[in-house]
């Protein structure tokens, strides 16, 4: 069993040099690679592309039936479900920038649409064009107003119930290879992009980038489309411990706007191109003040087991080598807000808590993977760390060189930052207005 940080280190540098040999020699031979699901290495969510990533570091690729099934609807969901678009531009418009984005119902703002990653009103600049993809189920009616807006939501999948099941059984019976082209998001996006660029003089297009097959994808296609067009990619969050999905070859490199420094060093242990990097300040993150981070567990997008998580935060109450007291609040991820098994998690955690606002803890507790832990660092707060999966959830300075990590028990971390503005250069209010000013096409050229 691995639980030292230095056979932490000694994986994660083997794993990193696994996933980036079998990327390349694949890329030699797929030019599609980044664009399908199956090859977004993420370690922090339960998906195809983890799967695949624990398969090429153990060199093991035997599926069973189960995990045959299981990845099928997973491809299905992807490959199949519908989009509703919902556009208000307009063709002679003469739009000269286009932005690709996400945004919830929590995003709604007085009536308008606040962008949560460039912290941007997008009705500010009429001549900017925004494409937006909607997370919810909930009904959108755009106002006339937001003629500066293309939205895509997910149509209801229940609605096709039987066509469902029958493509199930269909991919299933006959081993139907999945072609990433006639994914319905990638066919309704490929028409957007068409549509908008044939008719407009679009100078940039910018977009948050995760390195998701999307975000590969429409580059690839704005490139196709109008070679002249110049697409700048944000690293709008942390990179999370190990990043395994931001590996690139040759081949798929992005002009990227960083908002730390040393960020640069990770990305180019991991492919990138130091000519590739734009420092800016952070357009999404600001200073916060500590009591925003002190005294609160912080949940991640997902997690494996809720009853680990909850011995585990009894174990940290009752730990004997340091002061703490069972005062947390809990604080969803904002994308979980409806779901049963964070909700659920949230109830036990609460039950366990006792309420006296006169003792705090001067410290954050963080589960799983989240950059929340980098922006507490940062706003010099530091963190205990709950990991289910140590090789990939514990930051090592295999990667993290501002970053000294201690180890406290199994699974338990503690983490503080030597130096401040090393992996977030906060900004300010309309940071991102500012780039957009002094962004040109020439001033571009220094950048290459």
Known sequence: MITSISQIKLKQKEIIFKVKKYINKECSSDKNFFYKEHNYFINWAETEGKFKLISVVKNLFNFTLIDRLKFYFIKIIHQEQDYEIIDNSKIDYNYNNLFFSYFSKNDFVNSTIIDRFFSVNTLKNKKSL????????????????????????????????????????????????????????????????????????????????????????????????????????????????????????????????????????????????????????????????????????FLPYDFKDSFHILEQIKKIINFKKKKIYSSFEIVNHPFMTNS??????????????????????????????????????????????????????????????????????????????????????????NEFLRFQKKLSVNSFRKYN
């Open 340 to 429: 049963k098994k964070h909700l659920n998690l949230i109830k036990n955690l609460n039950e366990i808590m006792v309420d006296n606002k006169s003792k705090i803890n001067n410290f954050c507790l963080c589960v799983g993977s989240t950059a929340t832990i980098i922006e507490s660092l940062e706003n010099g707060v530091d963190v205990i760390h709950l990991v289910n999966e140590p090789i990939f959830e514990v930051y090592t300075s295999f990667l993290w060189k501002n970053l000294k990590t201690k180890y406290l028990e199994k699974n338990i971390f503690f983490y503080s930052l030597t130096n401040k503005n090393s992996y977030i250069d906060f900004g300010t209010n």
């Open 130 to 297: 925004w494409i937006l993809l909607y997370h919810g189920n909930d009904k959108i009616t755009l106002n006339k107003k937001y003629n500066n807006i293309i939205i895509l939501k997910k149509k209801n999948f229940i609605n096709n119930q039987i066509y469902f099941f029958l493509s199930i059984l269909r991919f299933f019976l006959f081993s139907k290879k999945i072609n990433f082209k006639k994914n319905k998001l990638y066919s309704s996006i490929n028409l957007i992009l068409d549509k908008i660029i044939n008719n407009n003089k679009i100078s940039f297009f910018i977009y948050p980038f995760e390195s998701q097959p999307l975000q590969h994808y429409m580059k690839f296609l704005v490139n196709k489309i109008n070679p002249s067009i110049k697409c700048l990619a944000y690293l709008h969050t942390a990179l999370p411990a190990l990043p395994t999905e931001f590996i690139v070859s040759d081949l798929t490199q992005h002009n990227l706007i960083l908002h730390g420094k040393i960020n640069k060093i990770i990305l180019k242990k991991l492919g990138w191109k130091s000519k590739n990097f734009i420092i800016n300040k952070s357009f999404r993150y600001k200073k916060r003040d500590k009591n925003f981070f002190r005294n609160k567990i």
